[in-house]
T-cell receptor, first 116, second 114 residues
Framework: DAGVIQSPRHEVTEMGQEVTLRCKPI?????LFWYRQTMMRGLELLIY????????DSGMPEDRFSAKMPNASFSTLKIQPSEPRDSAVYFC??????????????FGPGTRLTVT | GDSVTQMEGPVTLSEEAFLTINCTYT??????LFWYVQYPGEGLQLLLK?????DKGSNKGFEATYRKETTSFHLEKGSVQVSDSAVYFC?????????????FGKGTHLIIQP
């Protein structure tokens, strides 16, 4: 299995530009999570999906952030317009939810975003 | 809301030393508890987990026991190796980690010197 795939691995953009981060979860997994990691705030859950449906987006910092999951094998996290304080590493994770057991979340390698 | 507190790093030890990384939590319900490890440039990997009080999770020589009375889940290893150098995250989930997102501690950077 290829694991969770994220692209791009690194993104450098100017303030005000639109940024789209992509994630391909592990085949067969039905839950997908987006996290953000910064030195100041650590790891924060932004949003998660079950069976392609957004369940909780309370962690999304502002309306500039949006996430979609059009099918079971693809998700995007979009920032428009981007700001320097959005600079962080963004992780996607997936898991298989069966019966609300302590299922392992598998993390991708992350996308390091730098907004100048 | 839920929260996880773990000791600040970096923690620097010599090879073969005993390791303890403290973790305490606050939760409204009865959470599942996890330790994740992050090696440089990589995503997080699950190291071990425990789902109920007095459960002991173990993997690769690491252990942690779910202590409900002290709301703690301290990570221990009897003899660390250079290859254990990484950032370690304590985390909890109210609904088991698969149905819901994880709440993470800030992470502890562990450095093992030869």
């Amino acid at each position: 299995d290829a694991g969770v795939i994220q692209s791009p691995r690194h993104e450098v953009t100017e303030m005000g530009q639109e940024v789209t981060l992509r994630c391909k979860p592990i085949s067969g997994h039905n839950s997908l999570f987006w996290y953000r990691q910064t030195m100041m705030r650590g790891l924060e859950l932004l949003i998660y999906f079950n069976n392609n449906v957004p369940i909780d987006d309370s962690g999304m910092p502002e309306d500039r952030f949006s996430a979609k999951m059009p099918n079971a094998s693809f998700s995007t996290l979009k920032i428009q317009p981007s700001e320097p304080r959005d600079s962080a590493v963004y992780f996607c994770a997936s898991s298989f939810l069966a019966a609300k057991l302590a299922a392992e979340q598998y993390f991708g390698p992350g996308t390091r975003l730098t907004v100048t | 809301g839920d929260s996880v507190t773990q000791m600040e790093g970096p923690v620097t030890l010599s090879e073969e030393a005993f390791l303890t990384i403290n973790c305490t939590y606050t939760a409204t319900g009865y959470p599942s508890l996890f330790w994740y490890v992050q090696y440089p440039g990589e995503g997080l990997q699950l190291l071990l987990k425990a789902t109920k009080a007095d459960d002991k999770g173990s993997n690769k020589g690491f252990e942690a026991t779910y202590r409900k009375e002290t709301t703690s889940f301290h990570l221990e290893k009897g003899s660390v190796q250079v290859s254990d150098s990484a950032v370690y995250f304590c985390a909890l989930s109210e609904t088991g980690g698969g149905a819901d997102g994880l709440t993470f501690g800030k992470g502890t950077h562990l450095i093992i010197q030869p």
